[in-house]
């Protein structure tokens, strides 16, 4: 049986031919490069070939891809944190990126602000115009709600008779009295705004769909 005998270092320069080659750090090219480090982007100007091979492609990228390294640790800061590890903090970006997405649609204004604009009525702050100062109790009291403004009389165990006012509510008929009248009249009030608000909506839906058909 015939054996096949290698001489002796004939396998180290078999692994050492198998090697990649071990391109250089620096790059030097005609035309120098210019960085967007924010952005971590390289520009290289220099022209390929008309029909450049996959090869040259490649090797462009890689030298492009090594400078821009090169210029990052040169230039950039670099910091040791104890929990995050070695940072490299990067300069403000100096190309502005197209957006991803378009910008949004303007939003459409409501009844209520278009009303507010044409009359000059300013928008108030949250909380602003909450409370009112009563000058019989010296107490600031809320303008709605529990204990509120808008409730005067409807608690007084003495109400004011108006003779007119007490006809055209008997004339009703159906057991009202000038007591309860200031109530009925609040809750009225509060059915016919939320009647105007729903009727608000629906012509801002239907003015949304009508846009959006086009």
């Not at 109790?137 to 403004?149: A, D, F, Q």
């Not at 808008?150 to 055209?168: A, L, M, Q, R």
Request: aromatic fraction near 4%.
């Amino acid at each position: 049986m015939a054996t096949r005998t290698e001489e002796p270092g004939t396998s180290s320069l078999l692994l050492e031919a198998s090697k990649p080659e071990r391109l250089p750090i620096t790059v030097t090219k005609p035309i120098p490069y210019t960085f967007d480090l924010g952005n971590l982007l390289c520009n290289d100007s220099n022209p390929l070939p008309e029909k450049p091979t996959d090869a040259q492609i490649s090797s462009a990228a890689r030298d492009c891809a090594q400078a821009l390294i090169n210029q990052l640790l040169t230039t950039c800061p670099i910091t040791t944190h104890p929990t995050d590890g070695v940072l490299l903090t990067l300069p403000p970006p100096t190309t502005r990126l197209p957006r991803e997405k378009p910008l949004p649609a303007e939003k459409q204004q409501t009844k209520w602000e278009k009303f507010a604009k044409k009359k000059g009525i300013k928008e108030k702050k949250k909380g602003e115009g909450k409370m009112v100062y009563e000058e019989e109790t010296g107490e600031w009291v809320p303008k709605w709600g529990y204990k509120g403004r808008n409730k005067d009389g409807e608690g007084d165990w003495i109400v004011e008779v108006d003779e007119k006012k007490e006809k055209k509510v008997e004339a009703k008929g159906d057991g009202s009295t000038v007591r309860g009248e200031g109530r009925r009249e609040r809750k009225e009030k509060v059915r016919r705004n939320e009647r105007k608000q729903r009727s608000n909506e629906r012509g801002e839906r239907k003015a949304g769909l009508s846009k959006s058909s086009f």
